[in-house]
């Protein structure tokens, strides 16, 4: 069984930065992908950005020049560093992993942006 702990969130005033890891109990070049995604209050969950098996990465435009995935893969571990953060980035975050046509997800971390 795989377990994902994400770890890193809080509360930040906006412009303010972030950054949240995402541990797994396996090498992460197990999976074909490891994905950060964000439900807001109300809405449904998002995706914001994955790193691929071979390193390549991808973020929503919405996070574009601000969020950055990147992983440490001797500790098994996907960041997502979050600059200049907004009120619209409020949430919780959760990273997803997939192994072959499985997805296993975190408990997610909670994110609040605010003054």
């Known amino acids: 069984q795989v377990q994902l702990v994400e770890s890193g969130g809080g509360l930040v005033q906006p412009g303010g930065s972030l950054r949240l890891s995402c541990a797994a109990s396996?090498?992460?070049?197990?999976?074909?992908?490891v994905d950060w995604y964000r439900q807001a209050p109300g809405k449904e969950r998002e995706f914001v950005a994955r790193?691929?098996?071979?390193?390549?990465?991808n973020h929503a435009d919405s996070v574009k020049g601000r969020f950055t995935i990147s992983r440490d893969t001797a500790k098994n571990t996907v960041y997502l560093q979050m600059n200049s953060l907004e009120p619209e980035d409020t949430g919780v975050y959760y990273c997803?992993?997939?192994?072959?046509?499985?997805?296993?997800w975190g408990q997610g971390t909670q994110v609040t942006v605010s003054s």
């Open positions: 997803k992993a997939t192994r072959w046509d499985t997805d296993y």
């Open positions: 396996r090498s992460i070049f197990s999976f074909n992908a």
């Open positions: 790193i691929s098996s071979g390193g390549g990465t």
